[in-house]
């Protein structure tokens, strides 16, 4: 398929959930104008060697260039410290920008890690809860290599309990109405954002309100359609 733009976010390569077969078969017919990673492309947190963490993101960033006339890379909290001196002539990083579709509306996109107090303050409640979540991953994909239909229902158990323990931390950090108010402050038509790993579209005084999930459990991704309207896709391999 080729798109206009194409918006994507929390890939998390170098996690044991990352849908890697899934993603490459997504690239394989990809075509589009420009094409915007929102935040977490790889897991830093996961990978320790910082060489082998530049390098999946640099192998990434270079693939990715072949499908697209330009590239931009929206930092987000796990890969924030692997961009420097990446930049090229038609890739682009940056913590936010402004984008404007074919209907001349307005998309704030950023990764949406700022809004997040827990991230912010306490990383190292974030850090924990991210590393139980991935043990569980680990333990998922071994169990897939014995029995797909278990490993099937553990999955959707670990995204279904992920999403439960998101939306309450969510809740008590107040990241919802800290990302409104910043969205108030911008003169645009609405936001595109990750990080939550909670695909969603949504309107709020006549905002347009888009969160691109993941490409761990819900391989989903936004287009601008030939209308310059956005919309919400899963990929189905």
Known sequence: ????????????????????SQFKSFLSSLSCEHLYIVGDAI?????KNPQTSRKHLQDLLQHLQHKCQHL?????????????????????????????????KKFLVLHGH???DHQQNIPWHYYLVNRIYEYFLCFSKALNSITKKSSSILDRWIYQSKVWVKKRSLK?????????????????????YGHTHIPEKSTRNNQEIFNTGD???????????KD??????YFKS
Not at 74 to 100: K, P, R, W, Y
Not at 228 to 233: D, K, M, V
Request: charged share 20%; net charge negative.
């Open 1 to 20: 398929m080729t798109y206009n733009k194409l918006f994507i976010s929390d890939l998390h390569i170098g996690s044991n959930g990352f849908k890697d």
């Open 43 to 47: 897991d830093s947190w996961l990978i």
């Open 72 to 104: 931009t890379l929206v930092i987000g909290n796990h890969d924030h410290t692997f961009t420097d001196g990446l930049a090229q002539d038609n890739l682009s990083i940056t913590d936010e920008l402004i984008i404007e579709t074919k209907n001349k």
């Open 114 to 116: 700022q809004f997040d």
């Open 172 to 192: 008590s950090t107040h990241f919802y109405p800290r990302l409104h108010r910043y969205l108030d402050e911008k003169n645009v038509n609405g936001i595109i």
């Open 215 to 225: 490409w761990i459990f819900n391989c989903s991704y936004l287009i601008e359609n």
């Open 228 to 233: 310059g309207e956005l919309e919400l896709h």
